[in-house]
């Protein structure tokens, strides 16, 4: 007989309890049982970056995380991040400068980029490429990705500022 663990997390600010077989993986967890499928799966063994979610603040891989580990914590997904309808400044700074690509390697590469934009307001260029590392894009560049998170760091310093 399978073990099962129940667990209570919050994904997007929503408050869930699950009971699941320990071995169950976070991106089944998110994309199976939560419908949450804006979390891709690429290669499937944590080199690409798709699969990417913030777990209290922190990317991690959810095709490579054992659900069990996130009882007790606070996730985000792509789908959390528009407030009221209106999309957060780095969505909006990848649809201003064509940062938008597939649908795949997107959510990963957006939330990789809020999570530096937290730690880092005022990145260069290569900073962002050093962050972006572990996302990849098969089929395009990584120039108009970097612009987007360039322009979003602006944007969220004038935003901060006003406040
Ligand atoms: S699908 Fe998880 S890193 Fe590629
Ligand atoms: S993998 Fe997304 S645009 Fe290439």
């Not at 979610?53 to 997904?77: E, H, P, Q, W, Y």
């Not at 309808?85 to 980029?113: K, S």
């Not at 944007?155 to 500022?161: A, G, K, P, T, W």
Request: glycine share 8%.
């Amino acid at each position: 007989m399978i073990e099962r663990r129940p667990l209570h997390f919050w994904v997007n600010g929503e408050e869930y309890r699950l009971e699941i077989p320990i071995y169950r993986l976070l991106i089944d967890v998110l994309r199976d049982d939560l419908h949450l499928t804006g979390t891709k799966r690429s290669c499937d063994i944590g080199v690409c970056g798709s699969c990417t979610v913030l777990m209290d603040g922190k990317s991690v891989s959810a095709c490579l995380m054992l659900a069990a580990r996130i009882d007790g914590r606070r996730l985000l997904t792509i789908e959390g991040l528009q407030k009221d309808g209106r999309l957060h400044p780095v969505q909006q700074a990848f649809l201003n400068n064509w940062g938008l690509q597939c649908g795949y390697c997107t959510p990963g590469m957006v939330l990789t980029a809020v999570e530096l934009l937290e730690i880092n307001p005022d990145p260069t260029p290569e900073d962002v490429r050093e962050e972006l590392m572990g996302n990849l894009c098969r089929c395009t560049g990584y120039k108009k990705i970097v612009e987007s998170v360039i322009a979003a760091a602006k944007q969220l310093r004038e935003v901060r500022s006003e406040k």
